[in-house]
């Protein structure tokens, strides 16, 4: 599965974003069967993750340093995950990847996914 990143850029602290995750499987798999993530690198730490949404979208999980500001969301009709941030601070300013894989595990964990995006930089002003 190919998936393309869309809707970073800059904004001030305390606004809002909101990313989308365009998904295309040229192997004819649904998208429906892929469990969908986000994740962020800056360029002082590791990949870490946000949030993650299971295959239909029933269940999804945050980092404890996003719980209550962003919202991960999906659309199995649209391909699409997206990804919406309230309240941002400097410290959520980062390259933001999609990521997805039929069955992560653990679903918080870089490792587990085997196809990325290319990243949309956030990048949060004072």
């Known amino acids: 599965v190919q998936l393309v990143e869309s809707g970073g850029g800059l904004v001030q602290a305390g606004g809002s974003l909101r990313l989308s995750c365009a998904a295309s499987d040229a192997s004819g798999r649904t998208f429906s069967s892929y469990y969908m993530a986000w994740f962020r690198q800056t360029p002082a730490k590791e990949r870490e993750f946000v949030a993650a949404?299971?295959?239909?979208?029933?269940?999804?999980y945050y980092a404890d340093s996003v719980k209550g500001r962003f919202t991960i969301s999906r659309d199995n009709a649209k391909d699409k995950v997206y990804l919406v941030m309230s309240s941002l601070k400097a410290e959520d300013a980062a390259v933001y990847y999609c990521a997805a894989d039929p069955d992560p595990e653990p679903y918080s964990g870089s490792w587990s996914y085997n196809y990325w995006g290319q990243g949309t930089q956030v990048t949060v002003s004072p």
């Open positions: 949404i299971d295959w239909g979208g029933s269940t999804t």
